[in-house]
């Protein structure tokens, strides 16, 4: 069973905030939500995670719900180097990542 | 530093061999994840070693997929018999597991191809 649901695929321009959003109702108290996102023929690499409180770094920020029943990935700015697809995954205690299928995100110049 | 690195970068093997993928983890990283990535798929979680414990193998699609991680650091990902099926990118990571991060860093992977 799917632990995270993304939207397959979204849209942005250029130089615009985008907004990823993840259902992840069946999370644990003690599950952390990761974003990692992968660049066409490449690995995927750490974005951004958090626990309750919404974190900012330089890459983006994220927003987590008071239920923590969703979360929502913000890129502030999109180039066109952020498209790639983007997973939301959740983390449980004993290390253990649950990917899911990820949005593909272009931006559009 | 030096990254995760994995070998062979590809692989072409015919229907019933067995193949070995070999990832090389980063230097101090205490946990390292196998991932299976078919054409246009997600990943999917194959195996997880963590310290010295037990690892996780829950993810194993079948008893002809092993894997083995020598003193906390190489790890091979054998796979037995091989079926047109397994034909995918094989993905190695590493982390170090202190603080929340756990951030895994990716190797560059090992494209299969089972003809």
């Known amino acids: 069973d799917a632990k995270t649901t993304q939207p397959n695929s979204m849209e942005s321009n250029e130089e615009e905030p985008v907004h990823l959003p993840c259902n992840h109702s069946?999370?644990?108290?003690?599950?952390?939500i990761h974003w990692y996102r992968q660049l066409p023929s490449q690995g995927p690499e750490y974005v951004i995670h958090g626990l309750t409180s919404n974190v900012n770094n330089r890459m983006a920020s994220l927003a987590i719900a008071e239920d923590r029943k969703s979360s929502t990935l913000i890129l502030h700015r999109a180039t066109l180097r952020d498209a790639a697809v983007y997973y939301c995954i959740l983390r449980d205690v004993g290390g253990q990542f649950y990917f899911g299928t990820g949005t593909s995100l272009t931006v559009i110049p | 530093g030096a990254g995760v690195s994995q070998s062979p970068s590809n692989k072409v093997t015919e229907k019933g061999k067995d193949v070995e993928l070999r990832c090389d983890p980063i230097?101090?990283?205490?946990?390292l994840y196998w991932y299976r990535q078919s054409l246009g798929q997600g990943l999917e979680f194959l195996i997880y070693?963590?310290?010295?414990?037990?690892?996780?193998k829950s993810g194993l699609p079948s008893d002809r997929f092993s894997a083995e991680r020598t003193g906390g650091s190489v790890s091979t990902l054998t796979i037995q018999r091989t079926q047109q099926e397994d034909s995918a990118v094989y993905l190695c990571a590493s982390s170090f597991r202190g603080g929340t991060s756990y951030e895994q860093y990716f190797g560059p992977g090992t494209r299969l191809t089972v003809t």
């Open positions: 069946t999370i644990s108290g003690t599950d952390y």
């Open positions: 070693f963590q310290g010295n414990s037990a690892p996780d």
């Open positions: 230097s101090g990283h205490t946990a």
